[in-house]
């Protein structure tokens, strides 16, 4: 019995190298087939026709989007133009009434002119001088044209006058000049009128009264003639005529304006369907 305890117990046999790397390379085997199994498949090539339908829809895309682009500018530029255009319309009516006025302003002051001259022309004993201080005092009035240029400078500087046909371009620049015209008339107007004549006929007449006919019809200060001098009442006569003159002149300047005014008027009101309110 105690020989058969003290028996040693029998060894696993050791595996031989060859035999431990046995099963790493069927796993190895295994990997592989298992990699060799996911391939890529075969992709197949594209012929000319295709390559050229992809490039003529890319091209198509990109000019549809072109043209939507266009179209959706246009739409906004002929928003903006019948907005600046319905300004302007109302612009040129507001200049349209004021030209009318200065007309007849114009007429009244060249009749009073007129009138002056006459009482002028009768001997001292006939001469009425209530009738030269209240006409005289017409003589020297002024009433600049200031037109209504807001829009129209807007126009110009926003860069928008592109946005309106060139007929009408045409009609709102000669407008413009014609404006200019006009007011460098009337500068020279005005120059004569306050540096000349006021002053001269200051010399002569009561400016009081002149005063009180301007801004009523009756007085209470004296109506002297200061001096009644032959060569006094030829410079009178002709301060007054170069009043009458530059008055004609004006007025020829403002009929032409409103003649130019009513070609604007007729072409915005059949370009943009606008209408008097």
Sequence with gaps: MNEEKKRPMPRKPVPSKNQTEKPQTTNSQLQTETMEVHHHPNVEKKGLKEYILEGLMIFLAVIMGFIAENIREGISENRRAAEFAHSYYEDIKNDTAQLHKLI????????????????????????????????????????PFHSSSGSYEQIKSSGSLRFFKQKIINLM??????????TAREDIDMKFIIEQAIPFFGTVYNTEVS??????????????????SLITKRLLINKIIAAKLFRMRAMQEYVKLLKISDSVLTELKTEYNLKDE
Excluded: M, W
């Design 211 to 228: 005063y009180d006919f301007r801004f009523g019809s009756t007085t209470t200060h004296e109506l002297y003639v200061s001096d009644r």
């Design 104 to 143: 007849k302003f114009s007429k009244h002051k060249i009749a009073a002119c007129d009138s002056t001259i006459a009482s002028f022309h009768l001997p001292d004993s006939r001469h009425n001088d209530t009738i030269i201080y209240s006409e005289g005092q017409v003589v020297t009035n002024v009433y």
């Design 173 to 182: 620049n000669e407008y413009d000049l014609q404006t200019k015209s006009i």
